[in-house]
């Protein structure tokens, strides 16, 4: 199927009535550019524009495209679970919301008052009727209908490759167009002002264009404020779905969603990943807006894939499209209702909002007090060497695969991947004291996880896999470090050299985890003399006070136990930051 028409059949009726629109709007700013000739000429071309648009079928066909682009647009707005959008969508949102304010009292003025009160709506009439009083509200609709339906426009067809060549050429006409308009408003409008100054001239123009009496003027001027007062109402019930619905969702269950890379929040069940996504401010590629066709917001599904219900028709065909593994899903069209883990595939867009912010935000580096913690297998070089490339690699990813879920599950995000091992960070969202427990939780559950491994690979690997963990806590610099194509989020910091010489000095002391002092201390840990000691570390000029633990399961079940990253993200004000995009 092609790039533009995919979606489900509610997007393909909002953009083909917009298109129906934005063509009858653009042949009607056309038709106004005529007046920089004369007003002859715009009522010229306006005759033949009537032929098809006061037709019986013009008339159906444009009326079902307004009242269908009109209400998919409220529709869709009603059931949004975030306003933390791409500016570009809220910039649209906004725009078609004020178009029937201006628009509705124009149609009354125009084909309402042509049709119940005979009115000849032609160019003369409406340019005396708006010309100066309403010169500037008249304006602000032209361009507002046209930025809005160019946006519109723009941002489906941005999707489709051949557009760049021609898009030079699209944007000419899109400014040209309006200006025309207007500038033919202009001087159509003062040269119609001034001929009817002369009373005779407006006499004249009454008759011609059957002007409407006292009495129809004033039932037009109620019809005005009436279709205003209504669309207002309806945007009122709007207003009441989002509310009612953000309500329902806030003591409604829960779900959580473990990002890779970080982080891990729990939010209401209902909004879909990509929402979940910008509710959380994780920065999330979505270059269509949410409407299955792009496939840029894809994620790979690490865990819980089981628990989603199938793909749609359009999410298989955008899916199809790029070859994609059943594991992979469009974040944009899962809703998860169950414990999910996930890696988002493309880097975010940096024209959306939350990526745009952390882009500005990292190229300069942030300073955080983050927990780090380094984990590597022990002996791996010797027991890869005796082992086909291949095996090597499945090893790996399964230990990999076990390590990763527990940092995940535990708030943390890997940092880097060093060959046998690993760099992951805590507390970035939660805070230093949660993210030092979340370490300690995860280094118990790595324990764990290993003798799952071990009894799995047991007749590959010969000898049981072991560990070596190393954790530290202090000031990091977050930032995206490196060049071109090669730049990353990583952290870099005292902390992560303390951590790496930590995990060295497991292999030495006979223990699975060496953590720092100041890392027990953040936990609210008191351990015990005898796990203590304080030791020498590169790049340290005093010595370091240590604590070690022979094995994870030995950590104090106590310290472990409370989950504070649930209860932090189960505050009602995250959720309610993450729907009005409060930064
Ligand atoms: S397919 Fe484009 S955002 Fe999901």
């Known amino acids: 199927m092609h790039i533009l028409w995919r979606g489900d059949t509610l997007q393909r009726l909002r953009l083909v009535s917009g298109l129906i629109l934005f063509t009858f709007a653009a042949t009607h700013f056309i038709n106004h550019a005529l007046g920089l000739i004369s007003v002859d000429w715009m009522h010229v071309v306006q005759q033949w524009r009537w032929v098809v648009t006061r037709s019986w079928p013009g008339t159906i066909v444009l009326l079902a495209a307004l009242l269908t682009h009109a209400s998919l647009g409220l529709y869709k707005l009603a059931g949004r679970a975030t306003l933390r959008l791409p500016r570009w969508e809220l910039v649209q949102i906004a725009l078609g919301i004020s178009i029937p304010f201006l628009l509705l009292p124009h149609i009354v003025n125009t084909r309402i008052a042509h049709v119940f009160f005979n009115v000849n709506d032609i160019y003369v009439y409406e340019l005396a009727k708006l010309w100066p009083a309403s010169a500037l509200t008249q304006s602000l609709l032209l361009l507002i209908v046209w930025v809005h339906g160019c946006m519109g426009i723009h941002f489906w067809m941005r999707l489709y490759p051949p557009y760049r060549r021609v898009f030079p050429l699209l944007l000419t006409l899109a400014v040209l167009i309006p200006l025309a308009s207007l500038g033919g408003f202009v001087v159509a409008g003062s040269n119609v002002a001034a001929a009817i100054e002369i009373p005779s001239v407006l006499d004249n ?108 028709f359009p999410e298989v065909v955008t899916l199809g499209s790029i070859g994609a593994p059943p594991n992979v899903r469009l974040a944009c069209q899962i809703r998860p209702e169950h414990y999910l883990i996930v890696t988002r595939l493309l880097k975010s867009d940096t024209t959306g909002p939350e990526g745009a912010a952390i882009e500005e935000a990292d190229s300069a580096g942030v300073e955080k007090t983050l927990a780090v913690m ?35 599950e535990h708030g943390g995000w890997i940092d880097k991947f060093l060959g046998d091992g690993l760099l992951a960070v805590f507390g970035q969202r939660d805070g230093i004291e949660s993210g030092c427990r979340q370490a300690l939780r995860t280094a118990r559950d790595i324990d764990l996880a290993l003798d799952h491994i071990n009894a799995k690979l047991e007749a590959e690997l010969g000898r049981p896999l072991a560990v070596g963990i190393g954790l530290d806590a202090g000031p990091l610099l977050l930032g995206r470090i490196g060049y071109g194509e090669s730049v990353d989020f990583t952290v870099i910091g005292n902390p992560v050299n303390v951590a790496s010489r930590l995990e060295a000095l497991t292999k030495e002391r006979d223990v699975q985890i060496i953590l720092s002092r100041q890392v027990a201390r953040q936990a609210e840990w008191e351990p015990p003399a005898e796990m203590t000691m304080h030791v020498d570390v590169r790049g340290v000029a005093e010595p370091l006070e240590v604590v070690q633990v022979g094995r994870g399961r030995e950590l104090p079940a106590e310290v472990l136990a409370k989950r504070e990253s649930e209860a932090e993200t189960e505050k009602p004000a995250a959720w309610t930051a993450g729907f009005w995009g409060r930064r």
């Open 374 to 408: 380094f984990v590597d297998l022990r002996d791996f070089t010797r027991l890869a060497e005796k082992r086909l490339p291949f095996d090597v690699v499945y090893v790996l990813n399964e230990f990999f695969g076990v390590v990763g879920a527990a940092i995940t």
């Open 205 to 312: 123009l009454k008759v011609l264009t059957r002007w409407p009496n006292e009495a129809a003027g004033e039932t037009l001027a109620w019809l005005r404020n009436l279709v205003r007062i209504e669309f207002a109402a309806v945007l009122a019930v709007v207003g009441g779905c989002l509310a009612w619905t953000y309500f329902a969702r806030l003591a409604g269950p829960k779900v959580t969603v473990a990002y890779t890379s970080g982080p891990t929040v729990r939010v209401p069940q209902g909004p879909t990943l990509l929402e979940i996504s910008r509710m959380s401010r994780v920065p999330h590629a979505s270059v269509c807006g949410g409407r299955a066709r792009c496939s840029t917001c894809r994620v790979r599904i690490e865990r819980g894939s089981f628990d989603l219900p199938p793909p749609t």
